[in-house]
């Protein structure tokens, strides 16, 4: 699979409304895997200064995060295939 990260703009968010949305995409990809559609939600980065929201997902197409973000009812500004490296990975 490949990893995509959702960029969004949420104005106003707090800690408690980025655990009810990241919950909402968490739900979304579940119930999308288990149809049949395996994509899984992995996490959620908000910067309070810049109102924005990053979001990194793992799924076959940009296709099927953009499906998850609009049945979780979360706002999508753009989806960008990413790399990453961990820290660990450098061991």
């Given at each position: 699979m490949t990893d995509y990260m959702v960029e969004r703009r949420?104005?106003?968010f707090t800690a408690e409304h980025l655990?009810?949305?990241a919950g909402r995409a968490r739900s979304a990809t579940e119930l999308m895997t288990r149809e049949g559609?395996?994509?899984?939600?992995?996490?959620?980065t908000y910067l309070?200064?810049?109102?924005k929201?990053?979001?990194?997902?793992?799924?076959p197409s940009e296709e099927d995060v953009r499906e998850a973000n609009r049945r979780a009812e979360l706002p999508v500004?753009?989806?960008?295939?990413v790399?990453?490296?961990a820290a660990d990975d450098l061991r």
């Open positions: 949420l104005p106003g655990r009810a949305a559609t395996p994509i899984r939600y992995l996490r959620s309070p200064g810049e109102e929201c990053f979001c990194l997902f793992q799924a500004e753009r989806v960008v295939e790399l990453q490296v």
